[in-house]
Each structure stands twice: as C-alpha cells, then as structure tokens.
C-alpha cells in the first residue's frame, strides 16, 4: 500500500487472508532476463511476448493463468500474467484456456444437480 498506492494494492493485491495463494493452489512467476531477476509487477508487465509463451504450455501442466485481462469485473483482480492456478486435470486447465474465460466462469457453467440437499433434521 505504501509503495503503490491505495487503488493499485486494491486492485493487485488480496486482502489478508483472502489471497488464492493460502489454498496452496496458486503461484506467482518472475522472469530472469539478461541475468537480472524481473519480480517487480511495474517490470514484468513490460514483457507481453514472454508471458505469451508461458502462458501457452500453462494448461499442459494442470495450470491456468487466474487473472485475466478484461476480467477484473469477474475475478476481483486486474490482469497478473505470473499469477497461475494449478487446477489438476491439463484437459480442464486446456478447456479453461481455450474458450478464454476464468475460472470463476468455468465453474458456473458446472451442473449442481448432482449435489444433493441436506437432509431434513
Ligand atoms: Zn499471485
């Protein structure tokens, strides 16, 4: 907050205790150009067509980048290209992928009917 602002921390950052990153499930990537390590989120974003690659072989491994540009209406978050979900299934993680929307989308569109009521007590 004190190095970014108010809007910007808002908009990036979780408030404590409701980061994805506490499900164990999420990761941030930085990048190693030249050498140099690239963590700062100001310096990443300068690099669209690295992310691009990344981004490609994500759902081959079971992961999904979270945040999507556009989508910040649906998941809270402005777009973080280094934020990725491990969500298991590469099949899953590729649909997600594929059709271009986020997780909270994908996960709408799931049947419940399947789910039973709780019983009567
Ligand atoms: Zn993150």
Request: charged share 30%.
């Amino acid at each position: 907050m004190k190095k970014y602002g108010e809007v910007y921390t808002k908009r990036t950052a979780a408030t404590p205790g409701f980061s994805e990153h506490h499900t164990g499930l999420a990761l941030d990537l930085y990048l190693i150009i030249d050498g140099k390590d690239v963590d700062e989120n100001e310096d990443m974003i300068q690099y669209p067509e690295i992310w691009a690659k990344i981004h490609e072989k994500l759902a081959r491994y079971g992961f999904i980048l979270r945040y999507l540009e556009g989508k910040e209406a649906i998941t809270g978050y402005g777009y973080e290209p280094w934020h990725i979900r491990y969500i298991d299934s590469p099949e899953t993680a590729k649909e997600i992928t594929d059709k271009g929307i986020t997780l909270e989308e994908y996960l709408n569109k799931l049947p419940v009917g399947n789910v039973a009521p709780p019983a009567d007590e």
